[in-house]
């Protein structure tokens, strides 16, 4: 280990000669591995800014996956949230077709006593019969994702199923295609922080990580 700490720190040097140090970004897979290679650049006069230093909360993609949590907890009272995501870039919505499902609900909605959720519209959006939407598959593709995480939800463990969300809606594909070191690096971070939770925690659930968040 020691070697490749060696190793490692002899070519950032090299690199350094040519690059601002700004591009340069290395991912580990744990908290402990980032205290450990950040103590020994520091000890080799190297500067380095670790995640566990930078607010990750603050990264678009970790806010984009806030919001889906917090979706998929409570789908039905998270209306401003699904609508962020579904006109997210990462789903490949079309955005008319958005705006054509918040408008039919908004007007739905603008004089009824008990309100229908987007949820509940999106879930049967086929059935709208006065829209013609311009990509009714991939709006039948997120839907179905949707229907699908939820079921997941109710008996994965936390950890499991954090892996088939970022998966079913290709998120980490999406990111390595629009990608900056920043980026790749938060969002492993916050994987790695849900990891050590689940580890620490065998009853680990999305409840308990939302409730986490919001005391930071």
Do not use: C, G, M
Request: glycine share 0%.
């Amino acid at each position: 280990i020691e070697e490749e700490r060696v190793f490692l720190l002899e070519n950032i040097k090299k690199d350094l000669e040519k690059i601002q140090k700004s591009e340069i970004a290395i991912i580990v897979r744990s908290n402990k591995e980032v205290e450990e290679l950040s103590r020994f650049f520091t000890q080799n006069q190297v500067d380095v800014v670790s995640k566990q230093n930078t607010n990750i909360l603050k990264n678009n993609y970790v806010i984009f996956l806030l919001k889906l949590f917090k979706v998929l907890q409570n789908p039905n009272q998270n209306d401003a949230n699904l609508i962020d995501i579904l006109r997210n870039n990462i789903l490949w919505l079309s955005q008319v077709d958005i705006f054509k499902l918040s408008k039919h609900i908004y007007n739905l909605n603008y004089t009824k006593k008990y309100k229908i959720s987007v949820f509940e519209k999106f879930l049967e959006f086929e059935n709208i019969t006065d829209i013609t939407w311009e990509k009714v598959d991939k709006l039948t593709e997120i839907r179905d994702i949707f229907k699908e995480l939820i079921w997941d939800l109710s008996w994965k463990n936390f950890v499991e199923f954090f892996n088939i969300l970022l998966s079913k809606f290709k998120i980490i594909n999406f990111i390595q295609t629009n990608w900056t070191f920043d980026d790749i690096e938060d969002i492993y971070t916050f994987f790695n922080k849900i990891s050590s939770y689940s580890q620490n925690d065998n009853s680990f659930s999305l409840e308990k990580l939302l409730h986490k968040i919001e005391l930071f």
